[in-house]
């Protein structure tokens, strides 16, 4: 029923060893090139990256930092393709020279450095290998924190959002829809506020449920220096315009990106689409925070392939739901069970008694405490596998569960349990601290229907440990993995699987394991990426020829400086540049074997 698995698809690449080094560390065989990195120029116009000439102005044309999501999509030419990424965050202590530029000058550097890129890219001859296309910019574009976005869907109406937004940060997962746009989630929105006085108390309780300050607050970046709306005191609806699912048309650069709020409001990690039976679309959403739940979005509208403007408006309309996990004992040896799909409003009504769709879409989180959805442990990038069906959600880490959060068999890890052994009870103190590999399976592999079946396929960290498991595999032949993000598939269905914040004292780095076949759950380091960075991405090209990764925060410990980084990759400069790199195999063959 899989075809391809253990056919073509085999993964016979050679294991990378966990280590330190300050560089992407690669399987024999295979080679890597970076492809842009941050501060090159995107926009036309745009200067050539200098470390002692940084400006606004410069940083909006040139490519942000932190590139997270990375996607690749397709032009008429095949040689030729846009690459598509987000920029999440900035690191100041490792962009700016010590006492080099001012408060407001760094503040206006981060709003510019943050959001989004476009960039043309081109195949090297007939190999796996990417560059930069030079010739070609046409499509090449900046989103940053101050860019005008269309709020479209129910919530825009609402006059604590409205109809315009500006800016999109914080921007960690996202997904590709079927007519080719990019989906983004704003993440971590709320740590970029400053509260220099009240916040309306009718806020309160939503502004709590979201980590937004409440009381007299400075932020890190302290972005309210430059531009007031980032003043809640201020301007207290500012909150309501982020935290939402954007979407941006790479092959229309005039085009203004859109905020989709049909799709809740939450700490989105990403947003992944797929095609439903009879169909329609189905948007899968995590809202990375401990103990926060896993969505889905349903259109009502069905999907046309024949004309793309027709489903521009598809995710405006439909039903949103959250997901609760019922475990079915843990005699069977295995953490599995069932699950329902529960609708929290459509986008004419809402199913939670007192609250508006408005409010359910805006509020999301407090609508999904009263229905009994199950709290998971960071519930990040969730994707569904276009070979087996199967949607696969990592589950980064929870060091809290068993504390604030009960154990469930979804979320089995408590911060410390009591096992029995020969010698009588044993305390062990473990918790969720390198993560899981959840696998869904719709009800008639349907991503239209509201109940399904889960299990554990891989409960991540050092294989001797006693708790980890890997899909049943032998555990003496895996490598060791830790804190799993975000999720991929190569044309056979394999997972790839990037890690972020790997507590096992090694860098973090891209992992391969089959879902199927008799290797089903043998995880194998494909690559590493370089000290104080955490793996992006990960992608797989539609040809199977190239692996990319986003290298994000390279050298981000916590004494680090521009002066005194830990990492100096890509070894330009002195101080380290995120960056994204390419991975191919030098003999032209399918990047895993
Ligand atoms: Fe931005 Fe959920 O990692
Ligand atoms: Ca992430
Ligand atoms: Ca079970
Ligand atoms: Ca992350």
């Known amino acids: 029923a899989f075809p391809g698995f253990g056919q073509r698809g085999d993964l016979t690449h050679g294991v990378v060893p966990p280590n330190r080094k300050d ?38 044309k040139q490519f942000g930092y932190n590139n997270d999501y990375t996607m690749i999509v397709p032009l008429k030419d095949d040689r030729k393709a846009l690459l598509v990424c987000n920029h999440e965050y900035t690191d100041e202590n490792l962009m700016f020279p010590t006492g ?52 479209v869907g129910p919530a825009a109406a609402d006059p604590r959002v409205g109809k315009v937004a500006y800016g999109t940060f914080g921007n960690c997962a996202g997904g590709v829809t079927p007519w080719g746009t990019i989906l983004s989630g704003e993440e971590n929105f709320n740590g970029y506020y400053d509260v220099t006085g009240a916040v309306p108390a009718q806020y309160a309780t939503s502004y709590k449920r979201y980590g937004v300050p409440t009381t007299v607050t400075k932020s890190a970046r302290e972005w309210s220096i430059v531009d007031a709306r980032f003043d809640l005191t201020t301007t207290p609806t500012e909150a ?72 521009f408006g598809l995710l405006d309309e439909g039903t949103l739901y959250v997901a609760r996990f019922t475990g079915d004992g843990t005699e069977d040896g295995l953490f599995d069970g069932t699950g329902q799909w529960i609708a929290l409003t459509t986008d004419k009504k809402s199913f939670i008694d007192g609250m508006s769709v408005a409010d ?107 708790e980890t498991y890997f899909g049943g595999y032998d555990k003496t032949k895996v ?53 104080g960075s955490e793996a992006c991405g990960p992608l797989v090209s539609e040809d199977d020829k190239t692996a990319f990764v986003a290298v994000q925060h390279p050298g981000e410990t916590d004494t680090a400086t521009f002066e005194n980084p830990s990492s100096t990759w890509p070894h330009t400069h002195p101080f380290p540049r995120p960056a994204i790199s390419c991975v191919w195999r030098k003999d032209g063959a399918r990047v895993g074997s």
């Open 23 to 60: 560089d992407i560390v690669i399987p024999n065989g295979y080679d890597q090139a970076v492809i842009i990195a941050w501060g090159d120029p995107v926009e036309e116009g745009a200067p050539k990256f200098d470390a002692n000439k940084q400006s606004a102005a410069a940083q909006a």
């Open 100 to 151: 080099k530029y001012d408060a407001k000058t760094i503040a206006g550097i981060g709003l510019a450095a943050h959001g989004m890129s476009v960039v043309g890219i081109e195949r090297v001859g007939r190999s796996g290998q990417w560059r930069r296309d030079k010739s070609g910019t046409r499509y090449n574009r900046r989103i940053t924190a101050t860019t005008k976005f269309d709020v």
């Open 240 to 311: 309501f315009r982020s935290g939402w699912v954007v979407e941006v048309d790479p092959y229309d650069p005039k085009a203004t990106p859109k905020k989709r709020t049909m799709l809740g409001r939450l700490k989105h990690e990403g947003a992944t689409t797929t095609i439903t039976a009879d169909g329609r679309i189905a948007v899968y959403l995590g809202d990375d925070e401990r103990g926060e739940y896993i969505y889905k979005f349903v259109s009502a509208g069905k999907y046309d392939e024949n004309n793309r403007k027709a489903n």
């Open 360 to 466: 359910v879409l805006i509020d999301t989180r407090l609508a999904a405490d009263k229905v009994g959805a199950t709290r998971m442990d960071r519930p990040e990038d969730i994707e569904r596998n276009p070979v087996n069906g199967r949607v696969y959600a990592a589950l980064t880490n929870n060091s809290n569960r068993g504390g604030t959060f009960a154990v469930d068999e979804a979320n089995p890890l408590a911060k410390s349990h009591t096992r029995a052994t020969l010698d009588g009870p044993l305390v062990e103190q473990s918790g969720n601290r390198n993560g899981y590999i959840l696998e869904l399976t719709e009800e008639g592999d349907d991503a239209a229907r509201t109940s399904f079946f889960w299990t554990l396929f891989l409960v991540c960290g050092d294989p001797t440990a006693q």
């Open 479 to 531: 490598s060791p993995i830790s804190c799993p993000d975000n999720v991929s598939f190569d044309g056979s269905g394999n997972l790839w699987i990037s890690t972020d914040g790997n507590v096992l004292g090694s860098n973090d780095g891209i992992f391969t394991v089959p879902v199927a076949g008799p290797k089903r759950g043998q995880v194998k380091q494909f690559l590493s990426v370089p000290f």
